[in-house]
């Protein structure tokens, strides 16, 4: 069973960056598609980007296209997020999960982790 460990979240200005890592424990990722979700107070959890096990193929929410970048090292088993031009619309916990595909749904991914909390100021 893979363990996920998400870290980098903190506070940042509006037009700062972050990146933030999924360090996996248990199994090796490298036959895992990883999905970086987020989850504000009051809402429900919207998916941000995604990543296929090889790296190959990569997809963003509307939101995150052109400033968040979804990338991976099979080598540390970690897979990272990095975020620039952050908005103060973007303060949410972040979670990265584990499943068989890069799917755009959260219903896809079989593990999570804990998350991590993002907040960007204005």
């Known amino acids: 069973q893979v363990q996920l460990v998400e870290s980098g979240g903190g506070l940042v200005q509006s037009g700062g960056s972050l990146r933030l890592s999924c360090a996996a424990s248990?199994?090796?990722?490298?036959?895992?598609?990883i999905g970086w979700f987020r989850q504000a107070p009051g809402k429900e959890r919207d998916f941000v980007a995604t990543i296929s096990a090889n790296g190959g193929g990569t997809w963003y929410a509307d939101s995150a296209k052109g400033r968040f970048t979804i990338s991976r090292d099979n080598g540390k088993n970690t897979v990272y997020l990095q975020m620039n031009s952050l908005k103060p619309e973007d303060t949410a916990v972040y979670f990265c999960?584990?499943?068989?595909?890069?799917?755009?749904?959260?219903?896809?991914?079989?593990?999570w982790g804990q998350g991590t909390q993002v907040t960007v100021s204005s």
């Open positions: 999960a584990a499943g068989p595909r890069a799917l755009m749904r959260a219903a896809g991914f079989n593990y």
């Open positions: 248990g199994e090796t990722l490298d036959y895992y598609a």
